[in-house]
């Protein structure tokens, strides 16, 4: 006779063991890892004009820009970055050096050094096309689920600690993002979620958008990607407590 | 137009069913053009527009008459009125519905009395802002309307662009998009089962649910190197896995898979509590689904047969062998029971498609006649529901483009659907349509 | 004090009301500043009475040829006090409420006051019954003063006498009992058990519980307050001592009752756990600030005859303590009701002078910021009548839950069953009450929309609230000292001295907690704020420190739409409409649709209905009204059938008459 009881032993315990170990292939696929640079010779002005979201610098790639389109691969160029791409601040989104290794653990920031064990996050859809936002609940699915790690959804911002940020901000939704940030009680930070939020993405310089969240609100950590995979939001949330995984040499 | 298309008799009861009929699909902007389905025959209707003051349906009306921004369609929620009714503003950041869009619900406490919907939140301005790219740079921001059915939506633009240019496709390319359309439906189609099990508090179920999902997204990310198939289906994209030993893996994969599906959807409609809590839930009648428009598993769930694998024939579903048996309740169970044969015979498709893949040699497809001079018509069944994209094209670039999608046609259904309705049933009934805002406001 | 003065000071008492009467002819506040002096003679009196002793006024010989005189014995005391104390509310309130040109209103609120003085301290059963059919012809005078339409009020107040005489009809069948039985008008006279004491029980009950709102009667004290909207304090008399006057009369003639059997406590169990069940069910729905109090006093009505019952079962029984401690949870019970009650009719009263109207729907905030000491005294009463701590509805919620849930104790398996059921429907009460409270409280007082705009507060009448609501914490707070207080009392009803149930335990001081049993439950009322102040302390010290971070106001959160600009919010009728559809068959709900017609939306027709409206439905109304169809049914066929109006007939009549006499005269000789 079939029953919940049976199918829960056939499946057995399948939660990933990130971030205590390395995140594995299948969790993040080929344009999950960030674009970095393969050769040292700067990109030729047709590469640079090749990137539709203008994330090619001449010395590296704006990851808050890249929206994983792989036009740039045969400029030299491969999804070879860490996994852990969170930063702390907009500036350390670009990277200056082919391969940028920057080994170091972001330090808890001050306000929620407090929050490692326990850390209640709101999601706002600020304007996006939905995948961020799935991505962002499927923290919640028994393959990653967060609430191991202390990382609670909540349905209110008045129980929340940190403003979950994805979708580029649209003018229609700037009023109740702005709400929504006043209603979170302080200490609390602010986590981007993807290209869209950081600097527009795709659609940046479109006339009735926000250019980027830096502009409406303080951001504490920024998350790139498009969509980021689970475990990198999942990255971006522990990094807010302290309790990053080190971002890795690859 | 052989065949004349029967109007829904101008002000029909509700209830009375009426006789099998058609509906407005499309209509663009300027008027130009129009696409009839004609549910009795089967068969899609494209032209100019005869006067077809009888068949328009709300959802179309609404779709044109909203801009960008705070819209308001004129719900039937406004002229209720009674002692102690007031109107209830739901969202824009309510936690029931995971996207940003707002319902005023008119309530004297626990009923729904009327439901009008705001949307317009999360409006990108995509479509006006794709006029004037090539066709490659446009395809990045429509893959990005919705990011759950970017390949229904990527596929559709790329038919009608390359229907307004006569552009030849090769059969492969087809394939592949075929192969995505199917795998993305199998998700949405698992995810709206792990949401709904999720509101009747069945975690056990909701929990395997997302799991298959999960996995279902991996296998994807896997294949084309994005899970959400963002650049699948352009030139320049991430490289996929589809030579031959690809190809085995993927149909080996797909075994335990769809296996594992079959275990749970036996197991949640030996479920008392979760069939009741679905049965008779926001119930959408058949003349309501044909006088408003709804389309897909909606559609479907009130007993017209549509589908557009079925009635737009085009490479290469016009060769494979589609089973979809409809409901005819019009309830949440209904639409939870279509979803459900959708899914088997989704993953029937994929061992068909894999099965008779196109060699390097087999040439390309000529593209579908265009509707106009350099207009082109793209139509694909997203997991939703029929999707419809209009678009001109010169030299290259996108010189117009219109587009309707599944949950724009949906949208006014489910509102005039939950009528009646408890609070508690809301999320079943929001779930259980799978309406995606962001396609909504695009 | 001797005995002589006291005797004076309790003939003056109750003169001074009756004075108060003639002089508000003269001037309206005239009159209330005389009930405000009798008032608080009385209270004097009354607290000199519970410390010493009972004390009597000289007798005179009485319209049927018996003894009377003013006495006031202990319980009398009691109830005078509770009385006295809530009068002393309203007649300061209306001295400011009441802005009418006639004088009508002052007059028969004093002579309302009076009788009901009057019947509390009679000495027979005779100055009693007159007392108590003045005190009705007098409220009714009351409920008329009413303003609105005159049809209306009409009705209402002649529901209101119906019932009043209906009650007094069954009082003098409760006296004629007592006077065949015992011989004596007096109270003093007990009667022993018997077919004759049952008559007397069943006859006052069901007189008295007319008066009280006991169901199936519960009508005549929702229906002259609600419907007829009388002045607040009016209904704040009606509801609080009106009330009481049926306590006491129901304590006064069951105490003359010697030897009750055991199915009269389960008899009044029961009903009085229906009432509370049926009161409190229908404050929660209700959305008139004066209806839902009017509900409020049926339910807690009910819980003062649960508690008489236990103690009449107890009694019966043989359960000495389980008697005494139910006593005086009913004692207490009466005490905390009526003033809290009182708070809340003045409130009420307070926010219809400031916002216009009597619909919780639409006061829309306009009460909030014009007066603290209402917002605290509606807050107070409210919380008192919704059993939250400290106040004096906690703890009588709490006696008469812990006299409940020693139904264990009883000998017989029926009644601890009976016992049971009291216990879970009282329990369910206090839940909904609690809801309709809140609501209270919430949608009158304590909200404001965005943007609404404040109405004038009148500083009088909020004084006056504020007032009441401290009186109801003290009360709360000094229980234990209040219940060794009413011990006489007790002891009065019971027959032999009693000690209330206080004591001491785990380093609590003696004499600073009530024991509902030994071993069985233990409350400290004055400890609760106690601990509530240490343990703040500590926060305040906090806060004091500096350490705290600086304050942000932020908005309401509405799911990120614009508080009270985008879309209503919850109205009252809404926060009740859960319990409207969970118990609808209790409350008769139903839909009505109105107004059906056509709507083009989106250029598509469809059928809509325009009106919508959800209604509840006093079942009970129906049983009166077969009850009335029924009477005038018979009336009718007997009219035709005793009086065609053929002579032939009546002629028949007068020999018949004439030749029974003459039999009987015949037999008797």
Known sequence: MPSWIGQALRTGIRTTPYPERPASEEEVPATGRPPVRTTPDPPSADVISSCPSGAIVSSGVDQGKCIRCARCLPGGFAFRGPVEAATGSRSELLQDAPLAAVGRVLDALPPLGGFARSLHVFLVDAGSCNSCNLEVMALSNPLYDSQRLGVFFTNSPRHADALLVVGVPTDEMVPSLRRAYEALPDPKVVIAVGACPISGGVFAGTPGLATSLDDLLPVDIYVPGCPPTPVQILDGILRSVGRGRPREVP | ?442 | MSNDVLAVLLVVAVATFFLGAALSIIRRSLGYLAALVGSVLLLFTAVVVLLGGPVSSPTWTGPLGEPESLSMDSLSAFFALAASIVWIATSVYSIFYDDRRSPMLAISYCLTVGSIALLVNASSEVLFLIGWETMTLASYGMILQARGAAERVSSAAFVFLAFGEASTLFVILAVAGLRVGTGSFLFGAHLGPGSLATIVFVAALIGFGLKMGIAPFHMSEWLPIAHSSAPSNASAVLSSTLTLAGAYGLFRMVSLLNSPPLWWGAVMLGIGAISALLGALFAAVSEHTKGLPAYSTIENNGLILVALGVALLSRSDGLEELFVFALFAALYQALAHAVAKTGLFLSAGYVEHTSHTFDLNAVDGRVKGTSRAQLLGTVAATLSLAAGPPLAGFVSEWMVLEALFQSYRFSQSWVQFVGLLAGAAVALAAGLILVAMVKFVGFSVLWRPRGGPPGNGAPGLGTVVGGVGATVVAIGVLAPWILQFLAPTASAFAGYSVAAPVGGLLSVPQGWSILSGSPFGILSPPMIPLALAIGSLVGLGYYALGRHRPRRRAAQWMAGSAPGLDGETYTSFGYSTGIRIMMGSVLGTREVRSDVGSVSVAGVDSVEPYSVDLEVFDSFKLFYAALVRLGNGISDVLKVWIMPGRLGRYLAYVLVVVLAVVIYIAAAY
């Open chain 2, 1 to 442: 137009m052989t065949t004349p298309i029967r109007a829904l008799p101008r002000g029909a009861e509700e209830g009375v069913d009426a006789a099998p009929l058609g509906a407005l699909a499309y209509a663009s902007e300027d008027g130009s053009l129009a696409v009839y389905n004609d549910y009795e025959v089967g068969r899609s209707v494209i032209g100019p527009p005869p006067d077809f003051a009888g068949l328009r349906t709300v959802a179309e009306t609404w779709r044109r008459s909203s801009k960008a921004g705070v819209s308001r369609p004129g719900g039937p929620a406004d002229p209720i009125d009674g002692y102690g009714v007031f109107t209830f503003p739901y969202g824009p950041i309510s936690m029931g519905v995971p996207e940003s869009g707002k319902f005023e619900v008119r309530t004297y406490g626990e009923r729904i009395l009327g439901l009008s919907p705001v949307a317009g939140f999360k409006s990108r301005r995509i479509l006006s802002s794709v006029v004037g790219s090539t066709i490659p740079d446009a395809a990045l921001r429509i893959e990005r309307l919705a990011g759950n059915f970017s390949a229904a939506h990527t596929a559709a633009f790329l038919a009608a662009a390359e229907s307004a240019e006569g552009r030849p496709v090769a059969r492969e390319e087809l394939w592949i998009r075929a192969l995505g359309q199917e795998l993305q439906r199998i998700y949405n189609h698992v995810h709206v089962l792990a949401r709904i099990a999720e509101a009747a508090a069945q975690n056990v179920g909701a929990a395997q649910s997302h799991a298959l999902a999960e996995d279902l997204l991996r296998l994807q990310g896997s294949v084309f190197g994005h899970r959400w198939l963002f650049g699948a289906f352009l030139p320049g994209g991430p490289r996929r896995a589809t030579d031959r030993e690809a190809r085995e893996k993927l149909a080996a994969r797909l075994v335990p898979l769809a296996r594992t599906f079959s275990d749970l959807w036996e197991l949640f409609l030996g479920s008392r509590t979760f069939v009741d809590r679905i049965q008779s839930t926001c119930v959408v009648p058949r003349t309501v689904a044909l006088q408003w428009g709804a389309v897909g598993p909606t559609l479907r769930a009130c007993g017209v047969d549509w589908d557009d694998r079925l009635r737009v024939p085009t490479v290469p579903y016009n060769d494979l062998f589609l089973d979809l048996p409809n409901e005819s309740d019009g309830d949440a169970l209904a639409r939870l029971l279509v979803r459900a044969h959708e899914v088997r015979a989704s993953f029937l498709l994929l061992e068909q498609l894999l099965d008779r893949w196109p060699s390097g040699t087999d040439g390309d497809e000529p593209p579908a006649a265009n509707v106009g001079p350099e207009r082109g018509l793209g139509r694909v069944e997203s997991p939703s529901g029929d999707l419809v994209y209009d678009v001109y094209v010169k030299d290259g670039r996108v010189a117009g483009i219109g587009m309707r999608s599944a949950s724009q046609a949906n949208f006014p259904v489910f509102a005039r659907g939950l009528r009646d309705g408890v609070f508690t049933d809301f999320h079943f009934a929001w779930e259980s349509f799978g309406i995606v805002f962001a396609e909504v406001d695009a």
